[in-house]
């Protein structure tokens, strides 16, 4: 089907664009949801006005998205889940769950497809999960992922000592340090023609002492 885009719809097409999309996509969501007409004659000759209109909505909404991204960028949450002795919890947190946690803590909802959790969290720890707001306006909250009935800052403050800790190195930096060497032990490179000279000047010398007695 044939349809001029009313509003932008990402991934596929900005406000104004006219574009062939199949059928279903366009009967079950872009028209329901206002984001697309059928290319009628009379809705193309609305296009300059979709346009102008689609474009003062994208720049509202980016606006929008911006000062979101101001607001939850470095938001902490956390996530009580069941886990096992090995810390491997029973089961995984998802996207959805990261979005309804985070809508719980802050009071913004967002949709789950904005949270870029590549795969599930199926282990106690805390990570940092980007959120994609919109095009180029990105935030990063951290999720703490910690097992039922424990305490989640006392969890947070073990990672940091041990993380503190790895940063120190293993060994005494002391085995970097040359070793000091004593005078003693501290051979001068001395020239073999020197030494032939002052052999010859000493022989020279003894020469001359014995022709004088």
């Given at each position: 089907m044939r349809v001029v885009f009313i509003e932008d719809v990402e991934g596929v097409a900005l406000g104004g664009e006219v574009k062939e999309v199949k059928n279903g996509f366009a009967r079950n969501y872009l028209i329901p949801k206002n984001l697309a007409a059928p290319a009628t004659h009379n809705n193309?000759?609305?296009i300059h006005k979709l346009t102008k209109n689609a474009a003062t909505s994208r720049t509202y909404r980016l606006d929008e998205m911006k000062n979101l991204a101001g607001t939850l960028d470095g938001t902490e949450i956390g996530i009580e889940m069941r886990a096992g002795s090995n810390n491997r919890l029973y089961?995984?947190?998802?996207?959805?769950?990261?979005a309804d946690a985070l809508a719980e803590e802050t009071g913004i909802k967002i949709e789950r497809k904005l949270v870029q959790l590549d795969d599930p969290i199926r282990d106690v720890g805390t990570y940092e999960v980007p959120l994609r707001l919109y095009s180029d306006v990105n935030a990063l909250i951290k999720v703490t992922v910690y097992a039922t009935g424990t305490d989640p800052f006392e969890m947070v403050a073990q990672e940091d000592e041990k993380s503190d800790e790895d940063k120190l190195s293993p060994k005494d930096s002391l085995d970097d340090i040359p070793e000091e060497t004593s005078n003693s032990e501290v051979k001068e490179d001395v020239p073999v023609s020197s030494v032939k000279l002052e052999e010859s000047d000493t022989i020279e010398t003894e020469s001359e002492q014995d022709s004088q007695e």
């Open positions: 193309l000759q609305r089961g995984s947190v998802t996207g959805t769950m990261v």
